[in-house]
């Protein structure tokens, strides 16, 4: 004759479950984890969830489990699809039950779920190539994060001949929401790039400088690589510097005529809508 019922609180019920999904390994070792116990204890779990025709209690509850694990390596998968096909499907799995049981998702979205993920590839035993493997996943997750930022308007690019000339050397441009600059060591934009056209003749993933703005545009995420002047202008804009240092600043690395060359790419970047405002304070 089957023991009755156990009527477990709905928080606690909620609580064991979630010690349950959570935990990694197998669902037998998940409801014998401390977190679990504090909760219930593993010999009423008949009283609580009743077997099937085909599954224990502990096996109906497994299924939820995996189905954890699954959406959490697919949420990030979605998030870091160059890092996953550099490490591979196994591997890459390991590192997420790895990661999750570290760092859970504290939210009800999962948008932000591999916010500590690059320090954890960085930190991970047997990643092969590392370096290059966590610069990956640093640059994934500001595109993540572009993803998700907040849509801002667009400064028009016709109000740049609207500004006095004797204003640039104060003014002040503010960047869109859905902006990010990112200097790596390593070719991870190329690499992206090739996972993102399935092509299988990746680039080298050795040492190589690059500078990225990630940007939305119409909805669409763009990855613009640039060289040090460029970057370091466009840094300091976003950093909020008035324009006529950030000028200064840039110039020194320009040969040619500097000034064309940093209005040139002013021009482009509000072209593209980077910059959402531009404030000129009054002298």
């Known amino acids: ?18 010690a349950v999904i959570e935990q990694p390994g197998e669902a037998g070792e998940a409801v014998e984890s401390a977190a679990a116990r504090a909760e219930l204890d593993p010999a009423e779990i008949g009283r ?5 025709k085909t599954l224990t209690s502990v096996e109906r ?13 697919e949420a990030l998968e979605n998030d870091f699809p160059a890092l996953a096909h550099f490490l591979g499907g196994e591997r890459f799995a390991e590192l997420v039950t790895a ?6 998702s504290r939210s009800y979205t999962l948008n932000r779920l591999g916010g500590h993920f690059p320090e954890f590839v960085r930190s991970f035993p047997g990643i092969r190539r590392r370096a290059f493997a966590a610069d990956l996943a640093r640059f994934e997750d500001l595109v993540t994060e572009v993803f998700d930022a907040p849509q801002s308007p667009a400064w028009p690019a016709e109000e740049i001949a609207r500004i006095p000339e004797d204003a640039w050397e104060r003014a002040v441009l503010r960047p869109v929401e859905a902006l990010r600059l990112g ?18 003749d990746h680039p080298p993933t050795g040492r190589k400088a690059t500078r990225v703005v990630i940007y939305r545009k119409s909805y669409e995420i763009w ?3 640039l060289g040090r002047p460029a970057y370091a202008f466009l840094s300091a804009l976003v950093r909020g510097r008035p324009f006529g240092k950030a000028v200064a600043q840039a110039t020194q690395g320009i040969q040619g005529p500097a000034g064309e060359q940093v209005f040139r790419w002013l021009r482009d970047w509000v072209a593209e809508g980077m910059f959402t405002r531009v404030e000129v304070s009054v002298s």
């Open 1 to 18: 004759m089957p023991p009755p019922p156990l009527e477990l609180p709905l928080p606690r019920l909620q609580r064991w479950m979630q």
């Open 48 to 52: 609580v969830i009743l077997p099937s």
């Open 61 to 73: 509850v497994g299924v939820y489990q995996g189905m954890y694990l699954m959406r959490m390596v």
């Open 99 to 104: 990661y999750v049981a570290a760092h859970p």
């Open 183 to 200: 200097s790596f060591g390593y070719p991870v934009n190329a690499y992206l790039q090739s996972v993102k056209d399935e092509n299988h």
């Open 223 to 225: 990855r613009l690589e």
